[in-house]
């Protein structure tokens, strides 16, 4: 029942180094997805969104990409920060529908 | 450039009693999203609304929840006769189109307790 899949609850990574965040979906019609970022106490905050057409979106420090065909996207965060820490949120949508999937999150931790 | 609003930004309610968050949308958004977060989970939908009409509430209890986005006003999400589960982050979104090819924002959501 769950369309968008975060299969790691957590990451650790060295200050300066590459995040790598990982989705997978498996809805076909989906064809628009989004990163949230999630501070605790707090509400997600949008990061950064790809439409199905495009392979790759890049918004400064963040990178989105898409891979149709393995119905998988990843956050690229290079270089990582600590104000980086968080819990990601993967979403997607379909052009027609009513909602936005999310996933279950990642909680980032970024070392300094 | 106020974004989403939501209040109260916590609440607590006793079993049996009634709750009430309210949601303005960002300024110009007509599309507005109710979502659930319980602990150690993702974020659930619970319904969409466009001004004056429920367009989508397929994730919404059938029974003592109920969703409403006025003409003049801010959207209201109603929660009756509360019980230890509905505790829980509630979160409000709003988007300029409708869900599908567009960004939503987030408020800071209603921490709802029920004791």
């Known amino acids: 029942d769950q369309q968008v899949k975060q299969n790691s609850p957590s990451l650790s990574v060295q200050e300066g180094r590459i995040s790598i965040l990982n989705c997978d979906y498996t809805n076909s019609m989906f064809d628009y997805f989004l990163w949230y970022k999630k501070y605790p106490a707090e509400g997600p905050t949008f990061l950064i969104s790809?439409?199905?057409?495009?392979d790759k979106n890049e918004d400064g420090r963040f990178t989105v990409f898409l891979n149709k065909s393995a119905k998988h996207l990843s956050l690229h965060i290079v270089p990582s920060q600590p104000g980086d820490s968080a819990v990601y949120f993967c979403?997607?949508?379909?052009?027609?529908?009513?909602?936005?999937?999310f996933g279950t999150g990642t909680s980032l931790t970024v070392i300094p | 450039n106020a974004g989403v609003m939501q209040n109260p930004r916590h609440l607590v309610r006793r079993r049996g009693q009634e709750a009430r968050l309210r949601c303005s949308p960002m300024k110009g958004h007509s599309h507005v999203y109710w979502y659930r977060q319980l602990p150690e989970e993702g974020l659930k939908f619970m319904v969409y609304?466009?001004?004056?009409?429920?367009?989508?509430e397929s994730g919404m209890p059938k029974e003592r929840f109920s969703a409403e986005f006025p003409k003049e006003g801010p959207s209201i999400l109603r929660i009756q006769q509360v019980v230890r589960g509905d505790s829980a982050a509630y979160f409000c979104?709003?988007?300029?189109?409708?869900?599908?090819?567009?960004?939503?924002?987030f408020g800071q959501g209603t921490r709802l307790t029920v004791v």
């Open positions: 979403a997607a949508s379909e052009n027609t529908g009513n909602q936005f999937y």
């Open positions: 790809i439409s199905s057409i495009k």
């Open positions: 609304l466009q001004k004056e009409n429920i367009i989508d």
């Open positions: 979104a709003s988007s300029l189109l409708p869900g599908g090819s567009t960004e939503a924002f």
